[in-house]
């Protein structure tokens, strides 16, 4: 009799394939089957199931993996959580979770774990394996009394298999054959570090999430790192997730210094698909005490989670804008009440949806106002009121007499602007024609040496044009500015001075950043010119003056976050000056001095901001104050997507506490030749929410099959706008 199984695969489906199988196998199980004539890897998700097909064009799964440990009952779960709460198909969940390596149809080679397994109380009540199987009742008789797994692979070739099998089955105990040394910490916490750190501590063993507010430099890492030496000496592991920009070396090399016993696992783009593949297996084999990871580490297997950290939680990096559209944030949550452990977000300007939920008391607050180091002073912020001056290349009178003295007085200056490249616009100063992308609504950057203009969203790249395609006029003008016009103009101004961009386009190689940082400590640069790269995770203790030219174009924007980023932005660049002894100096350029946002700015004050910004959303309706989705379609023409969610809306009943908000064109409508619509679904109510969103996936579906142009897509707790 064939045992039937649900098996997941990488496909746009909803729906998990059935195969068939002569023996049951367990679930989390690697295996290939066929699928559309070609062999393709996937995990079985249910055994012993009946079908609900012809069983005679059921096909045989090919090869089963059975040596290869499986994932684990916890990481099921997550997944099926993530695929229902973000409705994407399970599947294509699943295969965005794994490291390259689990998905090629090659048998995985597993780091050796030497664990020693004995039999347990319950284990020693069971029946023993037969005499026929003399093999296994010999790995049954070493169980009893303890064994390594490397000896027990030698007692039978697929010890590894019924191993995992009686440990599912709970017979089976793990003996540490290490306890770990956790050295103490170098700093002593102060006060504020110290009740931030015994509050977490105080509930380690349940699920709780704290927020950590504290400006840059007050010591949250030192913090973090406490509480996580408190759970290593138990005998837990601690996930860390952070922004990709901020996983720098420093960092890694203060972890490393603080937890040298600790064996971690490092997952980031920068890793190779083969380390990344390595450290995700030896998580799932419970190798790992730490795994450090951006965005993606969410979904990293770990044996006894007992901490999560997400590092400047506000960051929208945490939330991934194509095909799964995650937060990771929301899932560590999710997944710190699934091990019953607490969470700690941290940040300088916590997200709002992380400020209003400390607010309502779903997460506790912990702050620290102080600078750790005793003689560290927050920088003196002020506001370059540019509305009727002339500037000079972009920098005003008292931006280049700043940076003057500050040169003279051999100090570290950085320029701040979040824009690559030498313009953002190419005009012709007869007609007005300007270069705009043929496939985005954007202008295209002019990028002087690189000699192109190219488009930032979707890279198309034309040569820099001689004349006016309109008129002809060979007088074209670069309008406005970037990090590549600003840094030729500092050069000018400052002729003597040692300059250097950092941003994007000039970091392409890996030791172009270490080799800046180097010239910095030897002291061999004046000026900084750079981008937001530059605004996060670095300490430079020399640098005293930070000068912000472009912070205004956010306070024009019609994004709802934008001032929220524009907050969190200058409150982190400000935090580069003064790490050290001196005081340091941001100055900001802006046409709106009196806009609100630099009342609270010059103050550093971000509960006044948050407060005030939460109102807004609060008489707007926005999150986080109501929940919302995204329904979005894109086709090559916008009356196409509009239709189609038009048609949507016209097929849904919508019960009480739903909102619509559109059809309407997105923000940046078209985007690499496609014109993208949507509708805001909104509710107070995040059950009713799911429910209709529900539905509208299955209308949204029906519809699309009869419409090739479109594509659709659900945005859970959306960013983009
Ligand atoms: P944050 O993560 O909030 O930016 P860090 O933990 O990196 O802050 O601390 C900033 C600096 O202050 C670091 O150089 C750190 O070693 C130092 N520091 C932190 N806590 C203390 C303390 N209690 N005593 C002395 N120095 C400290
Ligand atoms: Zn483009």
Known sequence: MPIYH??????????????????VLPIGTRVIVPFRGKP???????????????EEKILPITTVFDNEPRLNKDWIELLEFTSRYYHYPLGASIFTAIPAGMKKSKQLSYPIVDKTFILNKTGLEQKAPSQHHHKLL???????????????????????????????????????????????????????????YKTICDSLNS???????????????ETYFEVMAEVFSQGKSVLFLLPEINLTEQLLARFAKRFPDISCALLHSRNSDGERTQDYLSALCGQVQLVIGTRLAVFTPIKNLGLIVVDEEHDSSFKQDNELRYHARDLAIWRAKQAQCPIILGSATPSLESFYAAQNKRYQ??????????????????????????????????????????????????????????????????????????????????????????????????????????????????????????????????????????????MSHKNDWQEICNHILERKLDIIVGTQILAKGHDFDQLNLVTV?????????????????????????????????????????????????????KRQDYISFAQSELNLRHSFRAPPCVYVAACRADA????????????????????????????????MVRLSGRERAQIFIESTNRALLHNIINTIANVMQKLAKKRSKIHHVIDIDPIEC
């Open 138 to 196: 010999a790995l049954w008789n070493a169980l009893a009394l303890g064994i390594k797994l490397s000896a027990a692979k030698n007692i039978h070739a697929r010890a590894i298999h019924y191993l995992n099998q009686w440990q599912e089955l709970g017979y089976l105990d793990e003996i540490s054959n290490h306890t770990i040394n956790v050295k103490e910490g170098a700093v002593k916490l102060n006060e504020q570090q110290f009740l931030a």
């Open 6 to 23: 649900q098996v997941a695969l990488n496909i746009p489906l909803f729906k998990l394939m059935t195969y068939r199988h002569d023996k």
């Open 40 to 54: 393709k890897v996937a995990f079985i998700w249910e055994s012993q199931i009946k079908p609900d097909i012809d």
């Open 549 to 601: 030219l472009n912070a205004d174009g956010s306070l024009y924007s019609a994004d709802l976050r934008a001032r929220e980023r524009l907050f969190a932005e200058l409150m982190q660049v400000s935090g580069r000056a003064g790490r050290d002894k001196s005081a340091g100096k941001v100055l900001i350029q802006t046409q709106l001095p009196d806009n609100p946002i630099f009342h609270d700015l």
């Open 365 to 506: 607050l912990l702050s620290i106002t102080r600078r750790a180091k005793e003689n560290a002073r927050l920088p003196e912020i002020l506001i370059d009121n540019v509305r009727h001056q002339k500037l000079t290349e972009g920098l005003s009178q008292r931006t280049i007499e700043l940076l003057q003295q500050n040169l003279k007085n051999g100090g570290l200056s950085l320029v701040y602007l979040n824009r690559r490249g030498f313009a953002p616009a190419l005009f012709c100063s007869d007609c007005g024609y300007s270069f705009s992308c043929p496939n985005c609504s954007a202008k295209m950057v002019l990028h002087r040496t690189a000699h192109h203009l190219r488009c930032h969203h979707c890279n198309h790249q034309i040569p820099i044009p001689a004349y006016c395609p309109d008129c002809g006029n060979v007088d074209l003008s670069a309008i406005g500015f970037g990090t590549q016009r600003i840094e030729d103009a500092l050069k000018k101004i400052f002729p003597t001075a040692r300059i250097a961009r950092v941003d994007r386009d000039s």
């Open 207 to 221: 699920f709780k999430s704290f927020l950590l507010f504290g400006i840059t430099g007050s010591g949250k890492t």
């Open 636 to 667: 090559p023409q916008l009356d196409d997507a509009m239709q189609f969610l038009r048609d949507t809306l016209q097929q849904l009943t919508l019960p009480e506490n739903i909102y619509t908000y559109g059809p309407a064109p997105q923000l």
